[in-house]
Every structure is written in C-alpha cells, then in structure tokens.
C-alpha cells in the first residue's frame, strides 16, 4: 500500500479527501458522559449509605471475665442501643460461629435507649431473667442461663432484629478466662 492510500484510508477515522468521520467523536463523547454520570450517581449513592444510620447504634463489652470466684469481672457487660424499636434475640457465639448462650429471645428493646445486659458465662438457653442495677446505678437484665460454664475463649454477641435478614455481630469478641 502506497503512503497516499494510507493516508487516505488509514486509522483516525480519515476519509479521501482528508475529511475525518464525525462517528467516532460522537460515540467517544457518548461513553465519555455515561461514564461521568455513573461515577457522580455512584458518588450520591455512597454518601447516601455512609450517612444511613445502621440499625445497631453502640456496642460495648467487657474485653474480658472470668466468672469464677476469684474473677475481677464475674459477668461479661453487654450493651447496645438500636436505630428502631424492635425485637431482639441475643445469644453468645464462639469463635466457629456456635451457638453457646442465648440470653433473651425475641425481646422488645425500645430505640436509642441503652440496653444492657449481663452474662454469667453458662451455657445455654436463659429460661428467666431479672433486672439488678451495679453499685453505679447502671440498671442490667440478668438473663439465668443454668448449664455448664463455656470453656475459655473468645467470643461474640449476635442479635437477630425482627426487622432484618441478617444476624448483628458485635464489632469486638470478648474473652472469656478460665484459671
């Protein structure tokens, strides 16, 4: 091929006569603003999530207990607050995911209102509770779960909210120490 019908039929989008192919510009242009809008409606839809209260507004625990008689902490503190009011079921976790304690099973918590709980390190499931309040004031439910203590190890807090498919876990594990 000559250098003149390469120029003439070559890449760019020429034509013959040195006219350029006003197709290409026009579709790079049309992928250029698809790919503008998509980032700025990505951009609005992050905010818009980052900015979405999740429905688990605190979580505190005691990083660790021992719950026999010569523990500094004899019961792990749980406490949380929700987004919205809902029903609860609270159990303990090991670190394979297993279901050591469930502490309170499809209880009403109210929003933004701290709820607290405390537990003993048994196992299994808590057929009562009652409410004590520490020498602070705090006011805790003391679910009674009656089984053996878990072994040592770390573990966690799931809550399944009524409202919600997925389970909650605690952003933190917690230990539980045995002498």
Partial sequence: MSAAAAEAGG??????GGARDPRP???????FAALVLAC???FFLTQRLKHRPTSVQQFKLTPNFAPTPAGRHKREQISFKLAHAER???TIIDEKGNVVATLLTRQDIARYKTFSLLWNGRRGTARSQRIVTSATGH???LPANRGRLAPAGEYRVRLR???QREP???PRSFTLERP
């Fill in 11 to 16: 890449a760019g989008g020429a034509r013959a």
């Fill in 25 to 31: 510009d026009k579709l790079a242009a049309g992928v």
């Fill in 40 to 42: 700025f409606l990505a």
């Fill in 88 to 90: 609860a079921t609270v």
């Fill in 139 to 141: 006011t805790y439910i």
């Fill in 161 to 163: 909210l009524s409202r």
């Fill in 168 to 170: 909650v876990l605690s």
